[in-house]
Nanobody, 122 residues
Framework: EVQLVESGEGSVQPGGSLRLSCAASRYMYDNGCMGWFRQAPGQEREGVATFDSDGSIKYAEFAKGRFTLSKDDAKATLSLQMHNLQPEDSGMYYC?????????????????YGQGTQVTVS
């Protein structure tokens, strides 16, 4: 079953925080590298953070120190806690289950992703 459902959409002022969540089907959660990417209108897809195949967490440079990726194995959920958000962080954020976590950070998705959830910082 292919299921990735994001939640946590929100609008915040610069410096604010948001927490995004992703509910995944068990099969996808257990068999893929789970992560987040984002895309703003007119911009290319941009990897945010991902679990790699060895279980380590990789962050895009812009996310380091501000974003925290976590997961709940019992619930098959993925979360992205974001602090000190800035207008350039605005966009649609997508949860993905891929075969290549590092590729996700480069914006290449070899797998599945959800419908996305909107983040607006202004």
């Amino acid at each position: 079953e292919v299921q990735l459902v994001e939640s946590g959409e929100g609008s915040v002022q610069p410096g604010g925080s948001l927490r995004l969540s992703c509910a995944a089907s068990r099969y996808m959660y257990d068999n893929g590298c789970m992560g987040w990417f984002r895309q703003a209108p007119g911009q290319e897809r941009e990897g945010v953070a991902t679990f790699d195949s060895d279980g380590s967490i990789k962050y895009a440079e812009f996310a380091k120190g501000r974003f925290t990726l976590s997961k709940d194995d019992a619930k098959a959920t993925l979360s992205l806690q974001m602090h000190n958000l800035q207008p350039e962080d605005s966009g649609m954020y997508y949860c993905a289950a891929t075969s290549d976590g590092l590729a996700l950070l480069s914006g290449m998705i070899f797998g599945y992703y959800g419908q996305g959830t909107q983040v607006t910082v202004s």
